[in-house]
Nanobody, 117 residues
Framework: QVQLVESGGGLVQTGGSLRLSCTAS????????MGWYRQAPGKQRELIATITGGGSTNYYVDSVKGRFTISRDNAKNTVYLQMNSLKPEDTAVYYCNRVIATIRLTWGQGTQVTVSS
């Protein structure tokens, strides 16, 4: 069974940076478009960035565009999210998963990102 393990979160001040990692078990990782999602307290989980299997096409929600960068290393079955210029509104639990809902995996535990003002 494929598992997702997110890491790299923490507490940072406004304007700081963090790099999140998500490692997935299983040999089909490189074929799937992956996404980073986040869920703030009292809000629904939202998709914020995606990357295709080959890494050639990325999508970002407007609120993170220009500040966050998604990347992947298929040899390591890992997808990354470099987050710069962090704002308090970025505070959330961050998750990764496949983008296509019909083949989405069981959600991992996520990694908490807290940005202090």
């Amino acid at each position: 069974q494929v598992q997702l393990v997110e890491s790299g979160g923490g507490l940072v001040q406004t304007g700081g940076s963090l790099r999140l990692s998500c490692t997935a078990s299983g040999s089909t990782f490189r074929f799937n478009t992956m996404g980073w999602y986040r869920q703030a307290p009292g809000k629904q989980r939202e998709l914020i960035a995606t990357i295709t299997g080959g890494g050639s096409t990325n999508y970002y929600v407007d609120s993170v565009k220009g500040r966050f960068t998604i990347s992947r290393d298929n040899a390591k079955n890992t997808v990354y999210l470099q987050m710069n210029s962090l704002k308090p509104e970025d505070t959330a639990v961050y998750y990764c998963n496949r983008v296509i809902a019909t083949i989405r995996l069981t959600w991992g535990q996520g990694t908490q990102v807290t940005v202090s003002s």
